[in-house]
C-alpha cells in the first residue's frame, strides 16, 4: 500500500515538479511509480539537480532511491559520483558505489590511460556491464586484444573481436 512521502519529502517534490515544468498542485506522490516518472523528467532537466537531490536523500524507498542514483551517475562529473552515492540508506548503497567505480575505470579507458597490462590485471573483477561498455569506448588494440582473450562471456569477447576488426 502506497504512503505519502515525509513532509520534508513532500515539500521537496513539490518544488521540483514545479521546477520541471509539472504543476501538480494536489499531487500527494505517494505512490512509488508517480515519484520515478518525476524524478525521471528531473534526471533529463539539469537545472533541476539539487532539488533531485535533496529528493533523492530523503527518499523513503531506498530501491527507488538507488534506481535514480544509479542513472544519475553517468550524468555527473566524476568528483560529484560519491556525494550522490553517500545519499543513500547503506542498504542499497553497494550497486550504485560499484556502478561509480566502474565509471571511473570507463573513463580510464576511454581516455587512454589504462594499459593492456591494467586491463589484463583487473578485468576479472569487472562486471559484465563494465567489460560491454568498455569495447564500445576502447581505442587501444592491444587492451581490445585483452578483452577478447579474457571476457568474461561469449558476448564479451566477440564484441572486442568485432571491434578490433572494425580497425
Do not use: C
Amino acid at each position: 500500500m502506497a504512503a505519502d512521502p515525509s513532509p520534508a519529502l513532500g515539500e521537496v517534490l513539490r518544488q521540483l515538479a514545479q521546477a520541471v515544468g509539472r504543476y501538480e498542485d494536489d499531487a500527494s506522490f505517494a505512490d512509488g511509480h508517480d515519484r520515478w516518472s518525476l524524478y525521471r523528467v528531473a534526471l533529463d532537466t539539469p537545472g533541476a539537480l539539487p532539488l533531485l537531490f535533496e529528493a533523492v536523500s530523503l527518499e523513503q524507498d531506498g530501491p527507488l532511491a538507488s534506481g535514480v542514483v544509479g542513472d544519475v551517475l553517468e550524468r555527473v562529473p566524476g568528483d560529484e559520483r560519491e556525494r550522490w552515492v553517500q545519499s543513500l540508506p547503506p542498504a542499497v548503497r553497494d550497486f550504485s558505489a560499484r556502478r561509480a567505480r566502474e565509471l571511473g575505470v570507463l573513463e580510464s579507458i576511454e581516455e587512454g590511460s589504462m594499459s593492456a597490462a591494467a586491463v589484463d590485471d583487473l578485468i576479472d573483477g569487472w562486471s559484465d556491464w563494465l567489460q560491454l561498455r568498455a569495447v564500445r569506448v576502447i581505442a587501444d588494440e592491444g587492451v581490445l586484444r585483452v578483452v577478447s582473450q579474457r571476457g568474461r562471456t561469449k558476448r564479451i569477447r566477440q564484441a572486442a573481436l568485432d571491434a578490433l576488426r572494425q580497425r
